[in-house]
C-alpha cells in the first residue's frame, strides 16, 4: 500500500485539476 500521505496529496491534486478543468471549459464569470 502507499503511504497515506502520498495517498492525500494525489488526491487534492485530482481535486484541483477538476476544478481548474470545470472553470476552464464551463461558462463563468471569468
Do not use: D, E, H, K
Request: proline share 10%; glycine share 6%; net charge positive.
Amino acid at each position: 500500500m502507499r503511504s497515506p500521505a502520498l495517498f492525500g496529496a494525489s488526491v487534492m491534486i485530482v481535486s484541483y485539476v477538476l476544478i481548474f478543468a470545470l472553470v476552464a471549459f464551463l461558462p463563468g464569470p471569468f
